[in-house]
């Protein structure tokens, strides 16, 4: 999985705009769609602004490795929203 896919899929699976997403983590506009279009990868720095955002914390661990915890409420985003974004395709990695 590639990180762009993945940080796109969060953008899509909590119903915001890119524009939106960037405001709320503190991000520029133009960073954001450079992050999600595989252009650049965000510094560690970016990294931590996302993670650490009260709505994206949930999704730390799929982010930055692909996996989940639920027990400790770490999620990915469903599986027809990762597939609508080049994540899935078979039913072996939906499960991820």
């Known amino acids: ?3 762009d896919k993945r940080l796109r ?8 705009s890119q ?4 405001e709320e983590v503190g991000v ?3 960073a954001i769609e450079k992050y999600v ?16 955002h009260e ?3 949930k ?3 799929w982010l930055l490795t692909g996996g989940t915890e639920e027990d400790s409420d770490q999620v990915s985003p469903k599986p027809s929203i990762q597939e609508k974004c080049g994540l899935v395709s078979d ?5 991820a």
């Open 55 to 57: 709505r994206y914390i």
């Open 19 to 22: 524009k939106i997403f960037a």
């Open 28 to 30: 520029s506009v133009r």
């Open 59 to 61: 999704y730390t661990m």
């Open 91 to 95: 039913d072996s990695e939906k499960k």
């Open 9 to 16: 899929s969060i953008i899509k699976s909590e119903n915001v």
């Open 1 to 3: 999985m590639s990180f």
């Open 37 to 52: 279009s595989g252009e650049r990868v965000p510094t560690g720095n970016v990294l931590m602004k996302i993670v650490s």
